[in-house]
């Protein structure tokens, strides 16, 4: 595609629920970020993929948080139990090699009630 | 742990106006990017220095990464409404991990 894509752009969940959250990066791009925006502040980086493995996952906060890519293409960042902690914007970003320009998605809003 | 400071967080001024936000470190990066970011948006990227000392311009924005690459600044001469928006910084790693740290950003308001 055009620009990198995530889906949904809003979720409401409730706490302790599981959420899957999409991102569709650009066409051709072999390098795929995961970061997490809370209000007020700069993302955070949570896990980087080179393909379809995960070349550096230090980011992720604990383990109910966990990413796949299974193709090398789409990512799914899956987020088990969910706590009110967690609410954020959920970025994705993507670039042609892990090196230059990075291309970020719009944000999935993330809300647990 | 790799950290980068904005500063102002917040500056309001009129059309026309010139300013400057900052970017500073204590730690080394091997590249700089500035990012700007409306609501409902991801971060749009502005432009990446690699260099100590290095200056780019980009029409009316100028941005420049510091000798020691720990600081880098931004400065927008003659400020218009359309630069209203998040401007964030983010610092680059050599190494295997290929991870931005962003600083908290310096949300900007351009009154017409």
């Known amino acids: 595609g055009a620009g990198v894509s995530q889906t949904p752009s809003n979720k409401v969940t409730e706490k302790g629920k599981y959420v899957e959250l999409r991102c569709d990066p650009i066409s051709g791009h072999t390098a795929l970020y995961w970061y997490r925006q809370s209000l007020g502040q700069g993302p955070e980086f949570l896990i980087y993929?080179?393909?379809?493995?995960?070349?550096?996952d230090s980011g992720l906060p604990n383990d109910r948080f966990f990413a796949v890519r299974p193709e090398g293409s789409v990512s799914t960042l899956k987020i088990q139990r969910t706590e009110r902690g967690d609410s954020a914007v959920y970025l994705c970003?993507?670039?042609?090699?892990?090196?230059?320009?990075?291309?970020f998605g719009q944000g999935t809003r993330l809300t647990v009630v | 742990t790799q950290l980068l400071e904005q500063s102002p967080q917040f500056l309001s001024i009129q059309e026309g106006e010139n300013l400057t936000v900052y970017c500073n470190s204590s730690s080394v990066f091997s590249s700089l990017q500035w990012y700007r970011q409306e609501p409902g948006e991801g971060p749009v990227l502005l432009v990446t220095v690699v260099t100590g000392g290095e200056v780019k311009k980009l029409k009316r924005l100028t941005f420049q990464f510091g000798d020691a690459r720990k600081d880098s600044s931004l400065h927008i001469t003659a400020a218009q409404p359309g630069d209203t928006g998040l401007y964030l910084c983010?610092?680059?790693?050599?190494?295997?991990?290929?991870?931005?740290?962003f600083g908290s950003g310096t949300q900007l308001t351009v009154l017409p």
């Open positions: 993929f080179q393909g379809t493995g995960a070349a550096d």
């Open positions: 970003a993507s670039s042609l090699t892990g090196q230059g320009a990075t291309f």
């Open positions: 983010a610092g680059g790693s050599s190494g295997s991990a290929r991870q931005l740290t």
